[in-house]
């Protein structure tokens, strides 16, 4: 969450000339309405089936970078699909920085009305075990451009490949 998903997630779509999928934004176009009102409506749970049937379909495509929901990795069958289906890429960022991105944005239903520093702990706390199980490639964007942050997964990608061929 804030990590930059979509925003590396086109940029590296468009170095490797592959489609561009935001899970988020799909499920927003399928129903359409936006994440927040399913949160407000639905629950977490509705809104996670919801992501679940989507990422469902979406990993069996080809030539397509999905960047999935920050909470996408909470579900075991979504763990299963993304690493069985395709190469996943995990971008991570330390605490501050993930607050300095995410404090004002009123977008997200996690994190609406509550103490933004504390929530991100908690959800950094649940997910990076299991974001580091189903990763092939880590990157840390910290402070990093998005151009950079591509750069580096480029580089990793490369040296993924190299090791896939000995």
């Known amino acids: 969450m ?4 979509t925003t ?3 940029l590296l779509a468009s170095e490797l000339g592959l489609r561009f999928i935001d899970s988020d934004r799909e499920i927003e176009r399928r129903t359409g309405t936006n994440i927040s ?3 407000d409506v639905e629950g977490e749970k509705g809104f996670r089936d919801r992501e679940e049937q989507v990422l469902e379909e979406l990993t069996k495509e080809e030539n397509v970078l999905v960047a999935t929901g920050g909470g ?3 579900r075991e069958r979504n763990r299963e699909n993304l690493k069985i289906r395709g190469l996943v890429i995990y971008l991570n960022a330390d605490l501050t920085l993930l607050v300095k991105r995410t404090k004002d944005d009123t977008k997200r239903p996690l994190l609406k009305g509550k103490n933004v520093k ?3 702990e908690k959800i950094l706390r649940e997910r990076s075990s299991l974001y580091k199980e189903v990763s092939d490639i880590e990157i840390n964007v910290a402070e990093k451009s998005s151009k950079n942050a591509v750069a580096k997964i480029m580089e990793a990608l490369d040296k993924e490949i190299e090791i896939g061929k000995s």
């Not at 804030?2 to 998903?5: E, T």
């Open 72 to 74: 996408s990795v909470l």
């Open 2 to 5: 804030g990590v930059g998903k």
């Open 8 to 10: 590396v997630g086109k």
């Open 118 to 120: 504390k929530v991100l």
């Open 37 to 39: 009102w399913i949160f």
